[in-house]
């Protein structure tokens, strides 16, 4: 498991895709997240907008990233 340093409040989650180098664009992302691809804390999250916090995991595929 990766962990991501976050210096703000929150991240949302196309973002954080794209800043933990999971995904190549926001393009990417967005897809990724409407198929159903992404896991927040362990469910599928379909919000390209959701607000991540410092504890909240991602997956995808076989990557997990942690925010910390």
């Known amino acids: 498991m990766t962990e991501i340093k976050i210096e703000t409040d929150f991240i949302k989650l196309d973002a954080?895709?794209?800043f933990?180098?999971?995904?190549s664009s926001g393009g990417e992302a967005k897809i990724?997240?409407?198929e159903g691809e992404?896991?927040?804390?362990?469910?599928?999250?379909?919000?390209?907008g959701k607000k991540l916090r410092p504890g909240d995991t991602v997956t995808l595929g076989s990557e997990t990233v942690r925010i910390i």
């Open 38 to 48: 992404v896991q927040v804390n362990g469910e599928i999250c379909q919000m390209r």
């Open 32 to 34: 990724r997240i409407a």
């Open 20 to 23: 933990a180098n999971l995904v």
């Open 16 to 18: 954080l895709l794209k």
